[in-house]
Nanobody, 123 residues
Framework: QVQLVESGGGLVQAGGSLRLSCAAS????????MGWFRQAPGKEREFVAA????????NYADSVKGRFTISRDNAKKTVYLQMNSLKPEDTAVYYC????????????????WGQGTQVTVSS
């Protein structure tokens, strides 16, 4: 129903910022709720942030609250993750995901996933 491609990852020093993008195609982007997840080496994938199809509902992991902001531009079929005040523990592969309902942090409920983009934060 939808294909997702993340971009914007890279290497940044602690305290710096990155903006991740997730471009969608193949379906009606505006009808999907979107989420960002991340997975560090040797660890399970964890929830980062979510946004409803209308942009009216948001959810953030406690570890990123106040530092990360999720947003979407339905006209551009793109969801963003603005990451500020980055910490070394933010280092991970970041994935965007789509669902037909707003599930927030419920990883298992997301139906579509991107390939991931690497974010590395140096100390």
């Amino acid at each position: 129903q939808v294909q997702l491609v993340e971009s914007g990852g890279g290497l940044v020093q602690a305290g710096g910022s990155l903006r991740l993008s997730c471009a969608a195609s193949g379906s009606t982007f505006s009808s999907y709720s979107m989420g960002w997840f991340r997975q560090a080496p040797g660890k399970e994938r964890e929830f980062v942030a979510a946004i409803s199809w209308s942009g009216g509902r948001h959810n953030y992991a406690d570890s990123v609250k106040g530092r990360f902001t999720i947003s979407r531009d339905n006209a551009k079929k793109t969801v963003y993750l603005q990451m500020n005040s980055l910490k070394p523990e933010d280092t991970a592969v970041y994935y965007c995901a789509a669902s037909h309902e707003y599930y927030g942090a419920r990883e298992s409920a997301y139906d579509y996933w991107g390939q991931g983009t690497q974010v590395t934060v140096s100390s």
